[in-house]
């Protein structure tokens, strides 16, 4: 009926609980459709390369190659994608009205360079200088829902709503619909048949119209998109020491281009509250636009086996930034405050860790036969205290960063940077200083009239130590079977690898807590047997 019990008289009943609001009214929205159907999609993934090692002079070798990769849009067997341009606002089917059964002109232009060299510094063979560089592409376009065979008339949910005119009750919807009046908000003469999500295609009433489309989310790829690529380069300079030690300094660095970027280009916009297609839901656009950025020094120490001992060290120092969010990656804070401005976006990837320092050794017991201590003992002493190992690694790594938002509207505001951003190392309660951000301004409508002014993941999560431990013992069954037994111990210390705050968000009231580890970091002790023949 009209008025309402529980909503102050916004036109509708609603009583908080879905199965009593169609027992007592009309409902707020209905949502009918098949978001994931059964499609046949066809795509080439080719490569064709070269390469051949040139031995310059007796110090100096170059590694040369080039490589083609064609990587094809999809096709779908019987046309069954549509693609939404968000210029017209209209849904392109494929291979109909002259457009291509791709949607999207597929990228020919993939060719990737390799260069490769090693140099004796010395001419002793003890110091050499390696270097790098090669271009890669790649296909990056995320799960079945993002892709154009999920987009009406083929799949997808039509929504309809209460606002919209729509009357619709659990006996079905009134015939006067979107017209009623309000002596015709009856629920019990709400027969008539409800959305049936099969989008008739037309454009009178209850048709899909594809050139309007309404009631419905949809996705866009853009006409511009391209391959993804990166281009990888590295300098390293490795010199030996002794006989059996090394130690070598390398920079290692990478730009990505053409990366996929997802965002919803219907999002509420800043100051106004519109959005750009009003009669839409969500507009999930993915573009090629994203760039990256990968620096590091790394460092690294090497004692080769001598005296049943082997021991490695290596130390990483680095810095990795973006524009964009994967297409897998998920969570708060992974959409850009406003998708025309990417430019905001540019900040710490969210895979960012700014030092790694990570040590292995493993030693041969010297006890048993052909040991240092007993070695002239029995066969069946020798199965006791012969063939013992064990193994340690020790790693050392900063955290994470992440992103402090402001819930409201629009819901993607991060909020404003009005401080030095501090956090308190093993503080669970208050790890970050909320001192540091405020909630952007609003105007008169309770809409925030810009994006905050904080950065994208500007705030670095705990880091962690991990100590790992294994004891093998390796024994002989027959001359040609071998055995060994495992005891491997992941976090020998049970020392707590924290996650970032579980709330980011300024507003709550929660921002800075912690309350979990991170997955699987917990001890774990693993016993194994295994034999090899």
Request: charged share 15%; hydrophobic share 35%; aromatic share 10%.
């Amino acid at each position: 009926g009209q008025g309402g019990c529980c909503n102050g008289g916004s036109g509708h009943i609603d009583t908080g609980y879905e199965v009593s609001d169609l027992l007592a009214g009309f409902v707020d929205d209905y949502e009918v459709g098949s978001p994931l159907g059964m499609v046949g999609t066809r795509t080439w993934e080719n490569g064709f390369f070269a390469q051949d090692d040139f031995r310059v002079t007796r110090r100096l070798t170059l590694n040369l190659g080039l490589r083609y990769d064609l990587l094809t849009w999809p096709t779908e067997v019987d046309n069954r994608m549509a693609n939404f341009d968000i210029t017209t606002g209209a849904l392109i089917v494929a291979g109909s009205n002259g457009a291509p059964r791709t949607l999207i002109a597929n990228d020919y232009h993939n060719f990737g360079p390799r260069l490769g060299f090693a140099y004796d510094l010395l001419g002793d063979g003890k110091t050499v200088v390696r270097g790098g560089y090669g271009l890669f592409y790649f296909i990056d376009r995320g799960g079945i829902s993002n892709q154009l065979a999920q987009n009406p008339p083929f799949a997808g949910i039509q929504t309809v709503t209460y606002a919209q005119g729509f009357r619709i009750a659990l006996s079905g919807s009134l015939a006067c619909e979107p017209t009623c009046t309000p002596a015709q908000l009856l629920s019990t003469n709400a027969t008539g048949p409800l959305p049936s999500g099969s989008f008739n295609l037309g454009t009178g009433p209850g048709q899909f119209n594809l050139a309007a489309p309404t009631g419905v989310s949809v996705v866009a790829l853009l006409p511009s998109n391209v391959t993804p690529m990166v281009s990888e380069w590295n300098l390293q300079l490795q010199h030996q020491v002794g006989t059996n030690q090394s130690v070598s300094i390398a920079y290692v660095g990478t730009h990505g281009a053409h990366l996929v970027r997802n965002y919803d280009t219907n999002q509420t916009l800043f100051d106004t509250g519109a959005k750009l297609y009003s009669q839409l839901g969500s507009i999930n656009t993915q573009d090629t636009r994203g760039k990256s950025d990968y620096d590091a020094l790394q460092l690294q120490y090497e004692h080769r086996l001598s005296h049943g001992l082997t021991v490695t060290g290596a130390f990483t120092w680095s810095k990795t930034l973006d524009d964009g969010f994967g297409n897998l990656d998920s969570g708060g804070g992974n959409v850009p405050q406003l998708y025309t401005n990417y430019g905001i976006e540019r900040g710490l990837s969210d895979q960012d860790v700014d030092y790694v320092l990570s040590s292995s050794a493993l030693y041969d017991l010297p006890f048993g036969r052909g040991k240092r201590w007993g070695n002239d003992v029995s066969k069946w002493m020798d199965y006791v205290i012969g063939g013992w190992q064990i193994n340690g690694i020790y790693t050392l790594q900063g955290g994470t960063p992440f992103s402090i938002t402001a819930s409201g509207n629009p819901n993607t505001a991060r909020a404003d940077l009005v401080g030095k951003v501090h956090v308190n190392p093993g503080n669970l309660l208050n790890y970050v200083d909320a001192a540091a951000f405020a909630a952007p301004a609003k105007n008169g409508s309770g809409i925030y009239i810009a994006p905050g002014t904080a950065g994208r993941d500007i705030v670095r999560g705990p880091g962690f130590s991990n100590l790992d431990f294994a004891l093998f013992k390796n024994f002989p069954v027959t001359e040609r079977v071998k055995g060994q037994f495992r005891v491997q111990t992941y976090n020998l210390t049970n020392t707590p690898h924290f996650s970032n705050p579980f709330d980011t968000n300024l507003n709550d009231n929660q921002i800075g807590k912690i309350n979990s580890v991170l997955t699987n970091s917990w001890r774990q002790v693993e016993l194994a047997l295994r034999f090899t023949f």
